[in-house]
């Protein structure tokens, strides 16, 4: 009898062969919509394998309603919302998807990072308003991106590829990190430093680290008072790295020049959240990733996650590695 995998949101056919051709393939037909928390359980009862979203909050009564669960692929390279800990205690296997969605999330952090300096979404309104009448010097001027600098917390995959981007504009790059990146000092001239002097210097603050315990309100009241009242807030990793009331301050307050902002604490937000009534927000649905070539992608590795640990193969990529060890695997991982 062939493993059951249950996918909890539509994903292309096409991706999914390998995984059809071992397994019993079950999935969650709407594209658009997250699978209701009583369908999980359901499902998660008879699954071997989970294919999840960062939407689906894979906790300890899925973990426990989920006996024969073997593994848990996220599409994803963030796995905030599952309990790893306690997967790791009933041995099931955590993965992600790292690296294929890098430059394609640095691409669209910087895009964000230029449009909330060039005021280029609330530019593009002017026009459909129709309130463009007359040219003037100063109409919808906004701040130059070239010779500013840029301070990346967290230097990762991400943060170093968005850091690449910034040498294209003469950008004096700071970071701050758990440790220190020494090939982005090496490549890209970046500057390590403490996130007091970053907050402190920087003229762009780009959020791009993990949410753990230690990052949760990493970004509050102290932390937007800290900034240059000319600076611009970027957050293109976890909503949850930052106190939104206390950006809904700095901005009210002036603290701040304004926010680019993919990721919110609680999604999705609705037109009426707090945060929109400013026009110096600019604010996306979470599409860091999402371009179609990089998506197909994720999707694919999420599938040969699952297939591989099916198999007693290693994953691609495994978020409790200690796991892959104490199963034996001579794969790499």
């Known amino acids: 009898m062939k493993p059951y995998v249950y996918i909890t949101r539509k994903v292309p056919e096409s991706v999914l062969q390998p995984l059809q051709e071992i397994a019993e393939v079950g999935m969650w037909p709407h594209e658009d919509q997250p699978v209701p928390r009583d369908v999980l359980l359901k499902e998660a009862a008879r699954a071997e394998g989970l294919f999840t979203m960062v939407s ?3 906790d300890a009564e899925v973990l426990n309603a989920a006996p024969k669960l073997k593994v848990v692929a996220n599409m994803a390279v963030g796995y905030d919302n599952i309990a ?3 997967a790791t205690e009933k041995d099931i296997m955590v993965c992600n ?14 895009a964000l990072l230029m449009a909330s300096a060039r ?5 593009s309104g002017y026009i459909r308003d129709n309130r463009w009448i007359n040219w003037s010097p100063l109409l919808l001027a906004g701040h130059d991106i070239h010779h500013k600098t840029i301070g990346i917390v967290g230097m990762g995959r991400i943060g170093q590829a968005t850091a690449k981007r910034a040498t294209g504009f003469d950008m004096k790059i700071l970071y701050h990190n758990r440790s220190r990146n020494e090939k982005a000092e090496q490549e890209l001239g970046a500057t390590y430093c403490s996130l007091d002097e970053l907050l402190e210097q920087a003229d762009f603050v780009v959020c791009l680290a993990p949410l753990t315990s230690e990052t949760k309100a990493l970004f509050s009241t102290e932390a937007f008072k800290e900034m240059k009242s000319s600076a611009i807030f970027i957050n293109a990793s976890r909503g949850g790295l930052v106190d939104e009331d206390a950006l809904y301050d700095a901005l009210k307050d002036g603290e701040i020049a304004g926010a680019g902002l993919d990721v919110f604490a609680s999604e999705p937000i609705k037109a009426d959240h707090p945060l929109l009534q400013f026009e110096n927000v600019t604010a996306l649905p979470h599409i860091g990733s999402a371009s179609l070539e990089t998506r197909m992608k994720m999707a694919e590795m999420t599938v040969t996650n699952i297939a591989n640990v099916l198999n007693g193969h290693a994953p691609v990529a495994v978020v409790n590695e200690d796991l892959v060890e104490k199963k034996g695997s001579n794969a790499s991982s």
């Open 84 to 86: 790893v800990a306690e």
């Open 119 to 123: 005021r280029v979404v609330e530019a």
């Open 97 to 110: 998807t790292p690296d294929v969605l890098t430059d394609t999330t640095a691409d669209l952090t910087f």
């Open 56 to 58: 689906d909050q894979i």
